[in-house]
């Protein structure tokens, strides 16, 4: 589960949104941001690649929040 933060910072990261935000958007937005290579769509998103993005999404959303505290 995503927070709104989480969200904000994928959303920002993302060169295209979809009308709708699924589960399967985040899985895959995560994954870019661990390497997955999207022209290569018929593998697999694997373990590794997701542990790498869900790294980087932390320390984007720390990132974030540090610059929007007032």
Same mark, same amino acid.
């Given at each position: 589960? &995503?927070?709104?933060?989480?969200?904000?910072? &994928?959303? $920002?990261?993302?060169?295209? &949104?979809?009308? @709708?935000? @699924?589960? %399967?958007? $985040?899985?895959?937005?995560? $994954?870019?941001?661990? %390497?997955?290579?999207?022209?290569?769509?018929?593998?697999? =998103?694997?373990?590794? =690649? &997701?542990?790498? %993005?869900? $790294?980087?999404?932390?320390?984007? =959303?720390?990132?974030?929040?540090?610059?929007?505290? @007032?």
């Amino acid at each position: 589960m &995503l927070n709104s933060v989480q969200i904000q910072v &994928l959303k $920002a990261k993302s060169s295209r &949104l979809p009308k @709708t935000l @699924t589960i %399967g958007w $985040a899985v895959e937005s995560i $994954a870019r941001l661990g %390497g997955y290579l999207e022209h290569r769509r018929k593998t697999p =998103v694997g373990i590794q =690649v &997701l542990w790498r %993005g869900w $790294a980087k999404l932390q320390d984007l =959303v720390e990132g974030w929040q540090l610059a929007n505290q @007032t």
